[in-house]
């Protein structure tokens, strides 16, 4: 390095880690009003919109009787009237799209009052008390995420807290390392299997699986251990996990992850095929 330049850093030292620490504190101070920001809306949307949405759209599925059905969804939209309240507090875009799809249906029925367009009506009120579900449960992880921890610690000594809370960092880094060191297993194994180019990393098969699943089962086996102590001490505190998830090391809570996705595809594809016949059956009445 020239020692000039050395020389102007050295002298404007100060300067520079006062403008560079003003920097970091006025990002942090942004950061921290949108999180703020975040969560009062968060909880609002829950408490005044979502929850009594989806309880009663819940009711509704939960309903038998045709006839019975129909009133309440007959209630429901004389509540929640587009017209009337803002829908957009429903914070979510997709959400908002599967309401007025709802919303259209129901109009649908009242216009036609005939077994097609009721069997539609009932299938968005199913779609919409899916949606509706998922966002309930996605801004209650969000909001309470933290409450067991501090129902749990409030009482604990600071400094067992403070090891706790390290090993809580511990549990969720090693969490990520055992899926990329068995993410690095599939890797070994389909780059042995790959024929076009040949193999990206070239040398003994069965050492290279042998060292890929050796640094798979560490990992495995020090999570297994920092979630067990975590479990004891502090339960599930993000409340999202069981007891079978902390087993398998998260492996079905992943799985219900991929399981809710290819729910949420296939539920799609039906809105979609629904809407198609739909379309059709209109342009064959036209």
């Not at 495995?220 to 975590?230: R, V």
Request: charged content about 30%.
């Amino acid at each position: 390095m020239d020692w000039n330049t050395f020389g102007f850093i050295k002298e404007y030292l100060p300067v520079i880690t006062v403008v560079l620490s003003a920097f970091i504190a006025f990002i942090s101070t942004i950061r921290h009003k949108d999180l703020e920001r975040f969560y009062k809306n968060a909880e609002n949307n829950l408490e005044k919109v979502i929850e009594p949405m989806y309880l009663k759209v819940k009711n509704i599925e939960n309903i038998e009787d045709r006839q019975h059905k129909i009133e309440l969804i007959k209630d429901f939209f004389h509540i929640y009237d587009s017209k009337k309240m803002n829908i957009s507090k429903l914070g979510n875009r997709q959400l908002i799209n599967k309401f007025f799809e709802t919303e259209s249906a129901f109009n649908q029925y009242i216009l036609k009052f005939d077994e097609e367009s009721l069997k539609s009506l009932f299938f968005k009120v199913r779609s919409l008390k899916y949606n509706l579900e998922k966002e309930y449960w996605r801004l209650f992880e969000t909001i309470y995420k933290d409450y067991n921890w501090y129902k749990k610690t409030v009482d604990m000594n600071y400094l067992f807290r403070f090891f706790l809370r390290i090993s809580f960092f511990i549990e969720s880094t090693l969490y990520a390392v055992t899926w990329i060191s068995f993410g690095f297993v599939l890797f070994v194994i389909f780059d042995e299997m790959s024929v076009a180019g040949g193999a990206v990393w070239v040398g003994n098969f069965k050492e290279k699986f042998l060292f890929a699943v050796l640094i798979f089962v560490l990992s495995l086996t020090t999570l297994y251990f920092s979630m067990f102590i975590n479990f004891a001490f502090a339960d599930d505190t993000k409340q999202k996990k069981r007891f079978i998830d902390y087993a398998t090391a998260g492996f079905t809570y992943v799985w219900k992850k991929i399981s809710l996705k290819i729910r949420e595809w296939k539920e799609e594809r039906a809105n979609r095929k629904e809407e198609r016949e739909q379309a059709a059956r209109l342009e064959e009445n036209d």
